[in-house]
């Protein structure tokens, strides 16, 4: 049997290092994420972590990265299609959401249910207080922030830009916290509802984001 190549042999270990590190952040936060339990949970030497990395940061970023790229890539596809579908109009809004919403949903499911893992991951870059991962979210999220904004925009000219904004502020976080707080519909519906039919879950924030982001201002 043919020896994997070097660089199979590379990708590999990196794999297990990124995979270690977002175990550890999701169950215990970025400031337990420290290089030797990462290392030792990888089962790999600190010497590979400083080869593929060179530090912390750059080791968290590649964590974020591998999920959050895939997600943004089919925001974006999902939503230039929608632009290109409806042209010259605005975009319905209810598509747009969908655009935003369904790939992170989409992404939170693995073939065995909801990816406890990456839901984990969710909650804690949104707890997290160090500047760091502020910094992350600026790195990953503004530049889709702002391709969202600019169709939300054309959809609802009849919006200030500040209440665009806190509107858009308000539909993301909600989406967050509908992602992170499945436990919290079981609870509240005594059992009847489950927080892991992701799907339907996304339909109806769906529905609920686009009712009120058409609300007229209170005067």
Known sequence: MENPSPHKVAEKTRGQIVEA????????GFRAMTLRA??????????????HFGSKANLMRA????RVNPINKARIERL?????E?????VPLKQIFEALFRPFF???MSKKGPDRAFIQMVGR?????????RNMHKEFFAELSKRFLQELKRSCPQLAEQDLHRRFFLSVNTMLGTMTEQARLENISGGKLSGSDLDKVCDELTAF???????????
Not at 80 to 84: E, G, K, P
Not at 209 to 219: D, E, R, Y
Request: net charge negative; proline share 5%; aromatic share 6%.
């Open 80 to 84: 230039d299609a929608c632009i290109a």
């Open 125 to 133: 870059a949104m707890t997290e207080p160090a500047d760091f991962m």
């Open 63 to 66: 964590v974020i990265e591998r």
């Open 38 to 51: 990462v290392t030792e949970s990888a089962q790999v030497n600190l010497a590979a972590v400083n080869y």
């Open 209 to 219: 984001v686009v009712a009120g982001f058409m609300q007229n201002n209170a005067s």
């Open 86 to 90: 409806h042209s010259p109009k605005p």
């Open 106 to 108: 989409d992404h939170a």
């Open 21 to 28: 590190a977002e175990q550890i952040f999701a169950e215990k």
